[in-house]
RNA sequence: CGGGCCGUAGCGCAGUCUGGUAGCGCGUCCGUCUGGGGGACGGAAGGUCGUGGGUUCGAGUCCCGCCGGCCCGACCA
């Protein structure tokens, strides 16, 4: 993408309603303009990002086995009325009539709308399990929306629910969505760690929340040094097989890791030993709930045994805050400069800073670089516009592409573009095309 | 929902206490010079001062209502 023929409106100076770095930088980097209190639109730079978060979440659902639909926005509050939950729900939940005087609501989440469709379709243990997952836009009237995209009230969230015959398998299933999310994150280049969690107004009696470890996190986290270490790495996970499942879960939530909700300074104490105590700041990015017949029962979803008897499906439900990740994983990487992106998820692979605007031979050069990128599968945006290099500088390191070429007249006389890692600031000569192949090098297999 | 703060040019702000021709920086536009870290000079555009009412000869400024936004706390992906 040619920077002239793209839409970044980067501002140079902080907005003042920005108070944490996520917003600050979403903001100044063009990512986002606000709508109103809570509501946002995400200009074509964050759209991006938004997109490969999206991207991730659906190829590691589908591995682990869920399969993808989508719901509506909108949905009938008869249906809420079944579980209860119309009149539970509160002031947080958007209510709108049609014009047929017909209550309705904006969706803050989908287990009704989700067992709803099951109950129609399924009817023997046959059937089950299933997994079910959609990413669509929720809306929950927040009091107090905050921090941008981290805590707003539209926003991205892909929500997935399993349907079991009894209590065991459905802990199977529950057991997947954990280790499955621990791929998601660490593919995003984020340390989240699983940490119990009480279950909250959508029920259930087994949650775990995932936190990233961030200053500005809105949860204080309670966790021993080694829960916050551990990494899946490169290990791959059959996820048919229960045992090796169930291995990786057992690893993942045999010490202590708990959020201010649950934390037990006592228990802590006692478990963990004085120097292996962290005490941290986290930001909330997925939750995963086994809420069993909750929704089943009073919404008679219900399947017919081998024995014969008809019975309610257990369920559970869990969600990853996609729009909220965006600001996380600002937030887990920044400095004073902008952001820094992963590979994984950054908007473009590569930026392509031309020095001399105009000049022939220099321009000719990028453009060559730029075709070449193209061919290599890499999307770059190329600054082209006639601003001097610290601007365009600027502009790269702000809005976080994690690798700069950079190409000048003086380099070219000696054949060579510089290649600038965002992250380290390091800078190395190389022909323009062992750059790019040192680019396809660093984006092969991502 | 309790407590606090703020709405003045695209962005950041001053002016409000003490009423008297609406300003500064950045950005934008035009021109010239420049060209490896947000460059210099010259010129220009851009405002119903959130909104409605009131007081006054006169309101950005004082009074009242409303709308919007932000922060702290209690709640949530």
Same mark, same amino acid.
Request: charge should be negative; proline fraction near 0%; avoid cysteine.
């Given at each position: 993408m040619r920077l002239t023929r793209y839409f970044l409106p980067v501002l140079k100076e902080t907005p003042?309603?920005? /108070?944490i770095v996520s917003h600050r930088l979403m903001l100044r980097a063009g990512m986002i303009r606000q709508s109103s209190a809570g509501i946002y639109s995400w200009l074509p730079l964050g759209y991006k990002v938004l997109r490969r978060i999206e991207q991730i979440v659906h190829e590691e659902q589908e591995r682990m086995g869920a399969v993808p639909l989508l719901m509506p926005t909108i949905q009938p509050a008869d249906l809420w009325r079944e579980s209860g939950r119309y009149d539970a729900y509160g002031p947080e939940m958007l209510r709108i009539r049609d014009r047929h005087e017909r209550d309705m609501l904006y969706g803050p989440t989908n287990e009704e709308q989700i067992t709803e469709i099951v109950r129609a379709s399924v009817g023997s243990?046959? +059937? =089950?399990p299933k997994l079910l997952y959609h990413i669509q836009w929720k809306f929950r009237d927040e009091v107090r929306p905050r921090f941008g995209v981290m805590r707003g009230r539209e926003f991205l969230m892909k929500d997935a629910y399993s349907f079991d015959v009894d209590r065991e398998t459905a802990l199977q299933s529950y057991r997947k969505f954990l280790v499955a999310y621990l791929r998601t994150f660490e593919r995003m280049g984020l340390k989240a760690v699983p940490m119990r969690a009480e279950s909250g107004p959508? !029920?259930? +009696?087994y949650a775990h929340e995932f936190l990233v470890l961030?200053? #500005? !996190?809105e949860s204080g986290v309670f966790v021993e040094k080694r829960m916050a270490d551990l990494s899946l790495g490169d290990r791959a996970v059959n996820f048919d097989d229960p045992a090796e499942v169930q291995a990786i879960f057992d690893d993942w939530t045999s010490g202590y890791a708990r959020t201010d909700d649950t934390h037990d300074q006592a228990v802590f104490e006692a478990e963990v030993a004085a120097g292996e105590r962290v005490e941290a700041r986290g930001i909330e990015v997925g939750h995963i709930f086994?809420? !069993? #017949? &909750?929704y089943s029962e009073p919404m008679q979803a219900l399947v017919t045994g081998p024995d014969g008897e008809r019975a309610p499906i257990h369920s559970g439900s869990y969600g990853i805050g996609v729009s909220r990740l965006a600001g996380a994983l600002i937030e887990a990487s920044h400095d004073d400069k902008g952001i820094i992106w992963p590979e994984s998820v950054t908007p473009f692979q590569a930026g392509l800073v031309? =020095? &001399? /605007? !105009? +000049?022939a031979a220099t321009d000719a050069a990028c453009e060559d670089i730029y075709g070449k990128l193209a061919a290599a599968g890499l999307e770059t945006l190329y600054d082209d516009r006639s601003e001097r290099a610290g601007a365009k500088f600027a502009t790269m390191e702000l809005i976080g592409l994690p690798w700069r070429i950079t190409v000048g007249p003086r380099g070219l006389k000696q054949g060579v573009v510089e290649l600038t890692s965002r992250r380290s600031g390091e800078s190395v000569e190389l022909a323009p095309e062992d750059a790019i192949a040192r680019l396809a090098e660093i984006y092969r297999g991502l």
């Open positions: 003042a309603e920005a /108070q243990y046959r +059937d =089950l959508i !029920g259930g +009696d961030a200053e #500005t !996190g086994y809420f !069993g #017949t &909750k031309n =020095l &001399k /605007q !105009g +000049d």
